[in-house]
């Protein structure tokens, strides 16, 4: 099975720098996923790391370590419309290509 | 650009309806998933499909259906709908390992009253 963690909710402030944890157990590893849901929208996909390691996309940024199951998504200066949820999501391992989400966090940006 | 279509937005249908949701891609892609999300539950897979005529069951298909006639499409069926159902239910389509991520559509709000 996988189970997979990050905080329900998050605030910040515009301008600012957050950072969303992900941390999950899963059988075999073949993949971690960030995804950003506006309210009412379907998910569009932010990052996905397989290798250890950050990757840098604009503001957004990702982090995976593998041996600690951990994972964090880094949103730098922060604005209005980044208000929305981010899922963390796993893919396991044995073939499988299915992603597994987590129930995803709800970061709410202050002016 | 990749494009996943289903066909509803919002449906509202009677509890032990048959309800057909339907769900299209563009890209060739092999995948495909139907997943329903509930507040507080985050997205749960109810099947999905590697090939055509291809199914598989995720982790709440009680109560659901699917079919892949098409590699294109890919429906999913309540047999008998009941309120408990009542969710938004997204699709989505992937190609490992060329295409990792998967792209959804835009979810149907579906209501049984």
Redesign the interface.
């Known amino acids: 099975g996988q189970n997979i963690d990050q905080p329900t909710e998050m605030t910040a402030t515009e301008g600012a720098i957050v950072q969303i944890n992900c941390t999950y157990q899963t059988s075999g590893f073949n993949?971690l996923?960030w995804y950003q849901q506006h309210a009412g929208?379907?998910?569009?996909?932010l990052s996905?790391n397989v290798l250890d390691g950050l990757e840098e996309k604009g503001r957004f940024s990702s982090f995976l370590s593998r041996s600690k199951g951990y994972s964090y998504l880094l949103l730098k200066e922060l604005q209005m419309k980044d208000s929305a949820s981010y899922?963390c999501?796993v893919?396991g391992g044995g073939g499988s290509?299915?992603?597994?989400?987590?129930?995803?966090t709800s970061l709410i940006v202050h002016p | 650009d990749v494009k996943v279509t289903q066909s509803s937005r919002y449906l509202v249908k009677r509890t032990g309806e048959k309800v057909f949701l339907e769900c299209v891609q563009d890209m060739d892609h092999e995948?495909m998933?139907w997943?329903r999300q509930d507040p507080?539950?985050?997205?749960?897979?109810i099947y999905?499909s590697?090939d055509v005529k291809m199914k598989e069951k995720?982790d709440i298909p009680e109560g659901y259906s699917v079919s892949r006639e098409k590699k294109e499409r890919f429906s999913l069926i309540l047999e008998s709908a009941s309120t408990n159902q009542t969710s938004m239910y997204?699709c989505a389509s992937?190609s490992?390992p060329t295409v990792?991520?998967?792209?959804?559509?835009?979810?149907t709000r579906l209501t049984v009253v």
């Open positions: 993949g996923f929208e379907a998910p569009t996909f996905y899922l999501a893919r290509y299915i992603p597994t989400f987590g129930r995803g | 995948n998933f997943y507080g539950l985050g997205l749960r897979l999905f590697y995720g997204l992937s490992p990792n991520e998967a792209f959804f559509g835009q979810g």
